[in-house]
T-cell receptor, first 114, second 110 residues
């Protein structure tokens, strides 16, 4: 099974501060994704990437940037954190082999913005 | 409109009963992925099923493209099956994105 790790697992930030969430996968998957999960909204896609150097906007990209410096690493950056960004963030990777986009999820990061 | 609809939204069972969870979709499908999420936990992939039936222990996934539906059957439920089950559509748009349903919350009591 795919191994996806995230750091930190928990983070408390102040409003206006910069937050970087990191994700690493060790299965050489092409595609990586950042989601947030909130009660009442389900899972929502923020940014995704097809490979090193590529980032694409998902469904709710406003207030977030993404960076994919290598095949293994994908970061989510909140330049000016706001309380509305308090959420649980999940990173996922997917093989993108042939027509398969099966995704594997990391353990999640719980972010609280005060 | 919503492209993936899950039903029921919640389900309560006695241990030992079977469960049938449904996912209906309105767009073309490349595959359907089923996930399990324990409260406070991450998403664990159960099946990636483009068509037909797949089995894993007490779990069975069936995807019928013509009828635009996918189902997850849990036999002989256990209290440890409690949690939320999510289906996600991998469409044929080539975007590598999944479209998630809202989930079915399953509670199994002893």
């Amino acid at each position: 099974e795919a191994a996806v790790t995230q750091s930190p697992r928990n983070k408390v930030a102040v409003t206006g501060g910069k937050v970087t969430l990191s994700c690493n996968q060790t299965n050489n998957h092409n595609n990586m994704y950042w989601y947030r999960q909130d009660t009442g909204h389900g899972l929502r896609l923020i940014h995704y990437s097809y490979g090193a150097g590529s980032t694409e906007k998902g469904d709710i990209p406003d207030g977030y940037k993404a960076s994919r410096p290598s095949q293994e690493n994908f970061s989510l950056i909140l330049e000016l954190a706001t309380p509305s960004q308090t959420s649980v963030y999940f990173c996922a990777s997917g093989g993108g082999t042939g027509t398969s986009y099966e995704q594997y999820f990391g353990p999640g990061t719980r972010l609280t913005v005060l | 409109g919503q492209q993936v609809q899950q039903s029921p939204a919640s389900l309560v069972l006695q241990e030992g009963e079977n469960a049938e969870l449904q996912c209906n979709f309105s767009t073309s499908l490349n595959s359907m992925q089923w996930f399990y999420q324990r409260p406070g936990g991450s998403l664990v992939s159960l099946f990636y099923n483009p068509s037909g039936t797949k089995h894993s222990g007490r779990l069975t996934s069936t995807t019928v493209i013509k009828e635009r539906r996918s189902s997850l059957h849990i036999s002989s439920s256990q209290t440890t099956d409690s949690g939320t089950y999510l289906c996600a559509l991998d469409d044929q748009g080539g975007s590598a994105k999944l479209i998630f349903g809202e989930g079915t919350k399953l509670t199994v009591s002893s």
